[in-house]
């Protein structure tokens, strides 16, 4: 590795203790080579959430359960100004079964009390399951759950729950009416592809929408219901939306935003100062995307923007490990804020084995982009008020073919942003058309040991100290038809010493234009999971890593550029993360 020496000293953010960055001079090789049943847990067992010796892979400030298996986020709202956060849930054991919906309540988006079970299998219409779901205000600010239940037949149904007492500001009980399951599968809808209804609406006429995730066939639907009460539903006769060769749509969420700023706005919001956002989760890929669109309300139905592609081709909120996502509107703060699921990397014997699987990601704010063309999203700001011993790199030029080690984070629990510049690119490589079709291919192809013109240059994460171990975040500039290409990347090939991990590189394009702007790249790292925001949210690359060196004290952080172009670090910014507050079941 060379010798390891100071050679910058860095200005601390917010103590009088003098930092420095540690550098290496070495040339980028990196030298070395569904059925349910309800339990009441009474006691809550409060802990800072932090990772032990036999668990390193447990994140310290990302939303997890105790032990056991967690997918889909469901029906988050705040209410009484506290936030709740359901989510599918196997009391039993860490593989997916025994669905229930858990519950969690918090003031700040970031600690969290776990309370009992809020939705479980009780009735014969989801006797089998209690699948996902969201939650609607009525009038009065009542709140309403529409969540999917597996009947005695299996056939997928949907269900109405509400909470027993409104002036609970925590909503501990739920109740189900007699009345359910209010839509089912009937006139030749599948019955194993009618899920997860959306958050309710109401359009012009004051009656209430809902859609439900089908498909028939390849054709991905948004089937569109109608009510005047919420309680008895009629079938439109068209989906809001369908697209062909998309599979299954699952989890879909149908929300306005305005085409100014950055505040959120109320679901049932119609106009010209907004647009339509339609987002499904398809079964086939594991992938979430989205078009941004305009909903015609005297038809209900929506149709995309020109270039607004649907399918795997199309916008994604996330380009790494993030799926069946949901926002809902915070009409605390005015903003729409999104959650979404991590899944594991590891196989289903190893997370198993470990006890537990599944985590959330931060819970994100989330707007249109002044162009109107895609969605911008950041971790929201209660995050930062976990940050601790922050540092400051002053401007420094980032020579070709280097690595620098920054010290005085904990790498292994940090929040880390980084301003890049690219004032003098030389000649920059070209890439041809087809290249542009699949970002996460060319990522895998010209990963972060293969040297480039201007890139790859970034962050090294979770990284052993000999770089034995590293998962590489960061960005390369193409040529494709005159034209400037940032691409972004999360390259996982070299994160684990590990057989057995998924190692999947994952890739964005960035619209922006790097002669005229700055690149931004800003990473959370908890333990197991990178969160990447590039070009202050434009694109978003989730990866689960699985470290056999690079974790708790062994965990180390650099910047580095493996191009023969120069960069400047414009600025450059990093502080340990503390854990969340999170009383367990």
């Known amino acids: 590795m060379g010798t390891v020496r100071p050679i910058i000293k860095i200005s ?18 990196f030298v070395v080579g569904i059925q349910a049943s309800h339990v009441v847990y009474r006691d809550l067992q409060s802990i800072e959430s932090s990772p032990k010796d036999h668990l390193p892979y447990r994140t310290g400030f990302h939303f997890q359960p105790a032990k056991n298996w967690m ?8 209410y009484k100004h506290v936030y709740h956060l359901f989510y599918q849930y196997n009391p039993y054991g860490a593989d997916w079964g025994n669905i229930v919906w858990a519950h969690a309540t918090s003031t700040d988006l970031v600690n969290w009390i776990h309370h009992k079970h809020a939705i479980y299998p009780s009735a014969p219409f989801d006797i089998n399951g209690t699948w996902s779901g969201s939650a609607t205000f009525l009038k009065g600010k009542k709140p309403a759950i529409l969540y999917t239940g597996i009947d005695p037949q299996r056939r997928q149904v949907q269900n109405l729950a509400f909470p027993k007492s409104v002036s609970d500001p925590y909503l501990i009980e739920w109740t189900k009416p007699p009345q359910n399951p209010l839509m089912e599968p009937i006139n030749g809808i599948n019955s194993s592809s009618f899920r997860d209804p959306t958050t309710g609406w109401q359009g012009p006429d004051g009656r209430w929408r809902v ?11 948004a089937l569109l219901y109608r009510s005047k009460d919420f309680v008895h539903w009629t079938k439109a006769k068209h989906p809001l939306h369908s697209a062909k060769d998309t599979g299954m749509w699952e989890c879909p969420d149908f929300y306005p935003v305005s085409v100014e700023g950055e505040n959120g706005v109320d679901t049932s919001v119609i106009g010209k100062s907004v647009k ?20 015609y309300t005297e038809k209900d139905r929506y149709i995309p923007d020109a270039g607004s592609i649907d399918g795997d081709a199309g916008l994604r909120y996330d380009y790494g490990k993030f799926y069946a996502s949901k926002t809902f509107f915070d009409d605390v703060k005015n903003q729409r804020i999104l959650w979404g699921w991590i899944n594991e990397s590891l196989s289903r014997e190893d997370y198993i084995k470990q006890g537990w699987s599944g985590v959330q990601a931060i819970p994100r704010k989330i707007w249109l982009d002044k162009f109107r063309k895609q969605l911008v999203q950041w971790p929201v700001v209660e995050i930062e008020k976990l940050r601790v011993n922050g540092i400051r790199l002053p401007r420094t030029e980032l020579t070709g073919g280097s690595v620098h080690e920054i010290s005085g984070v904990t790498a292994s629990q940090a929040d880390v942003e980084v301003t890049f510049e690219l004032s003098k690119m030389g000649k920059i490589e070209e890439i041809d058309s087809n290249s542009l079709m699949n970002p996460q291919h060319l990522c895998s192809q010209k990963g972060a040991a293969v040297k480039g013109s201007v890139g790859p240059f970034g962050l090294l994460v979770l990284a052993s100290k000999s770089l034995e171990e590293r998962t590489a975040v960061f960005f390369r500039v193409f040529k494709s038809q005159n034209k400037y290409v940032v691409l972004m990347c999360s390259d996982q090939s070299r994160s684990s010493l590990r057989e057995e991990p998924d190692k999947a590189t994952y890739g964005a394009f960035l619209n922006v234009d790097p002669h005229r702007e700055k690149l931004s790249l800003r990473s959370l790292i908890d333990h197991s999971i990178v969160e990447s925001f590039g070009g202050k949210g434009k694109a978003c690359i989730t990866s689960r890593v699985y470290p056999k060196l690079a974790i708790d004290g062994g965990a180390h952080l650099y910047v580095f550029n493996n191009g023969t172009s120069s960069v400047t670090i414009s600025s450059f910014s990093a502080w340990s993360m503390k854990g969340a507050q999170i009383k367990y079941l």
Do not use: E, Q, W
């Not at 953010?13 to 090789?29: E, T």
């Not at 859609?211 to 639907?221: A, H, Q, Y």
């Open 211 to 221: 859609i439900i995730g089908n498909k028939r066939g390849r054709r991905g639907m």
């Open 71 to 78: 997918n889909d986020p469901n029906g988050p709202m705040v």
């Open 12 to 29: 601390p953010m917010a103590s009088s203790a003098v930092c420095f960055i540690g550098f290496c001079s070495v040339l980028l090789g």
């Open 276 to 295: 339509h956002v339609l987002k499904n989760s398809l079964d086939d890929t594991k992938h979430d995307y989205y078009t941004i669109g305009t909903y």
